[in-house]
């Protein structure tokens, strides 16, 4: 709930903390903005450079991620900061908050993503995560150094604002798609592909702040039928490039089920 994470927040606006007044988060300078009744809190300042996911795309990622599909990932996160749990976790492009969710333990999580549909979801994913409509390429609004880790769960990286809410020895953890995954799926139904240069870019985009500490490849197989590999296509970023009858025609060719490689790498960034 936004109680549990209220003071790690700051106004948009003025940078002040905040306090929970009732169903509404007020600042010192007099800023006000009222809790929605989904119970996230809309910090969206000024034109945001996307609306993220649509509520076909989230409900989509509910489905997918519920089948337990994606659970090795949510569980190499949640090994990955064993000794660190029972502090602040908060997830950038959280979606739903299902890996958020994952890693929270005794301590409380801030959802922080853009698209309203997921600030809805990730409002109920856990007792004790807030959720917050934010952009992430613009100044988050959290307040310096309250955070004990950073996820980054296929999701937007903003290395400069990351360092800045991270605590001393806080860490960042991402992950990111190896070029091996979905590669059943990727040419078959013309899906985004993995650039080749992931690995390098995101050392590129961390690197002035980041060191990476450690990196852990995960890969392991999906035994999917056609409405679950639908639902994965349209929780990605390939549902904005597909048309829905020509791909619903291409699922419906691959099957009644496939095996599809699942491969991603869990990498843990220290402040450099």
């Known amino acids: 709930m936004l109680a549990d994470v209220i003071e790690a927040l700051r106004c948009p606006h003025c940078r002040e903390p905040f306090t929970l007044d009732g169903g509404t988060a007020r600042c010192r300078a007099g800023h006000a903005f009222d809790v929605a009744r ?12 996307t609306t993220g996911d649509t509520a076909e795309m989230i ?57 309203s549909y997921a600030a809805r979801r990730a409002a109920k994913a856990h007792p004790r995560i807030g959720s917050v409509q934010t952009d992430a390429w613009q100044e988050l609004p959290v307040r ?12 937007p990286r903003n290395a400069a604002e990351t360092a800045r809410i991270l605590a001393p020895g806080g860490a960042l953890l991402v992950v990111t798609p190896n070029p091996a995954h979905l590669r059943e799926l990727v040419a078959v139904l013309d899906l985004v592909r993995v650039d080749e240069q992931k690995d390098r870019r995101l050392a590129d985009t961390l690197g002035a702040a980041f060191v990476r500490a450690a990196a852990t490849d995960l890969t392991w197989q999906l035994d999917l039928d056609a409405a679950t590999v639908t639902r994965l296509v349209a929780m990605g970023p390939s549902a904005w490039h597909t048309d829905r009858a020509a791909l619903g025609k291409r699922i419906a060719a691959l099957g009644e089920r496939i095996a599809v490689t699942a491969s991603v790498t869990v990498s843990v960034w220290n402040p450099s």
């Open 144 to 155: 310096d150094g309250v955070a004990d880790m950073v996820l980054s769960v296929f999701a």
């Open 38 to 49: 989904q119970g996230h809190l809309n910090l969206v300042t000024g034109k945001p450079a």
């Open 59 to 115: 409900a989509a990622r509910a489905d997918f991620l519920a089948s337990g599909n994606y659970a090795p990932i949510r569980s190499a996160l949640a090994e990955a900061v064993a000794g660190r749990r029972g502090g602040l976790a908060v997830e950038v492009g959280a979606g739903t908050a299902y890996y958020l969710a994952g890693v929270v333990g005794d301590g409380a999580g801030l959802a922080l993503d853009v698209s």
